[in-house]
């Protein structure tokens, strides 16, 4: 059995073992495993800290079940070891900062009056952007702990596949979302790569280092 967490020894070689796994073995992930690299995309960067998500683990092998409907014949939804669904907050307001600066205190200490004058500054930034605009950011935030968790995965030998390939909508609904004040931005299939998975051994379509990098 594949040894788990453990890390390769760089990062390149982390990256260029990684690719968005088709075929999963039935192999479970240890509870460690998982857990290390959710608490890992739990330290994603995200605009002003505000982490304006949730990453939901599914192990519900019934809920799962019901998913997979609305996955677009993405078998891996329920083949992985773990499914993780990121989910944008719905309700970008003022709230969403007091509740940060409620956590940055608990963390750092202070008084509410040494980070009051960022806190405004914050929410007018928030209240000048449209409803849609404040959705887009919250995904976008979203987004940002996704790259993180593949990358830590790719860093722990855990194999994942990224996915958009689903019905929102009815994903919200299968899992409660609206009512949590979530919407779902993308899911990620955990586990280990099937040696049936042909993906594995096809080179990494990127484009060359000169034609992504603009040296000015
Ligand atoms: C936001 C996002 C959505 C994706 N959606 C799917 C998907 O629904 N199904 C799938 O098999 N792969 C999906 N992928 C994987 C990409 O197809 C894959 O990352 C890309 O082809 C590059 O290949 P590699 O990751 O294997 O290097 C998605 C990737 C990203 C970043």
Sequence with gaps: MKPQAKPLSSIHAAL????????????KLSTQAVETLIDAARKSASSYGLQPYKMILVESDAVRRDLLPHSFGQEKVLDSSHLVVFAADTAIDDQTVDRYVEQYLKVRGGSYEDIAGYASHIKQSLASKSPAGKREWAHQQAYIALG???????????????MTGFDRQAYDQVLGLTERGLESSSIVALGHRSARDHSAGLAKVRFDYEDVVIRM
Excluded at 20 to 25: I, K, L, Q, Y
Excluded at 148 to 161: G, K, N, Y
């Design 16 to 27: 260029d073992w990684r690719y968005a796994v088709r075929e999963f073995s039935p192999e």
């Design 148 to 162: 993180t968790l593949l990358t830590a995965a790719a860093v722990l030998q855990i194999d994942s596949c990224p």
